[in-house]
């Protein structure tokens, strides 16, 4: 779908918060959510594979590339939905899933995005939102590569993977019952 010749605008948003796949699936259920990219960014090496990055000798994390119509959401209610759908407070682990490769970072494409994020995080720590202090990075964006094939869409072509019913199904779960209201 060649969406400026729609006449969409679009901006770009890119999060880390532990597996890609989980990230992905979250976000693909929101409105204004155009594409969902997993990859790698904010490492070392050029072209990283996933067997490279689990590694974590790369210095890449996890990530994903959103797509968005700023229309129809805005930058402020993907920074609500990723702070809501992890656990900021963890350096460089989600759940079971640890390395460098899973830590909480927001890669900004912009000022507007980096002051935005700073403020957001500087918000939840001043109001004591988590029990700990957030670890999150924020850091200017720089390339981003897409992960394999197999990797994209993976929540919706792999559905009864074990992966996918007991950690992402669960995680999907809570996070319609909070952003119901912005949800496809």
């Known amino acids: 779908m060649d969406i400026s010749a729609q006449g969409i605008n679009t901006d770009t948003a890119t999060f880390a918060s532990g597996c890609f796949w989980c990230v992905e699936a979250v976000f693909q259920e929101l409105k204004g959510v155009i594409s969902v990219s997993s990859g790698y960014t904010g490492g070392k090496i050029k072209n990283p594979t996933y067997r490279e990055v689990c ?11 959103i797509v968005y119509d700023p229309a129809v959401i805005t930058y402020d209610e993907l920074l609500e939905a990723f702070w809501a759908s992890h656990d900021p407070t963890t350096l460089n682990r989600q759940g079971a899933d640890q390395g460098s490769q899973y830590r909480s970072a927001i890669f900004y494409h912009n000022e507007q995005q980096k002051q935005l994020a700073e403020a957001y995080k500087a918000k939840l720590n001043a109001e004591k939102a988590f029990d700990k202090p957030i670890v999150t990075e ?12 197999y990797h994209q869409n993976y929540y919706d072509q792999n559905g009864n993977a074990p992966y996918c019913t007991f950690v992402i199904a669960p995680k999907l779960e809570k996070f319609r019952k909070v952003f119901k209201d912005k949800l496809k």
């Open 138 to 149: 924020i850091s200017p964006a720089v390339v981003f590569y897409n992960a394999e094939d």
């Open 55 to 65: 590694s974590g000798l790369t210095g890449h994390a996890e990530a994903c590339r």
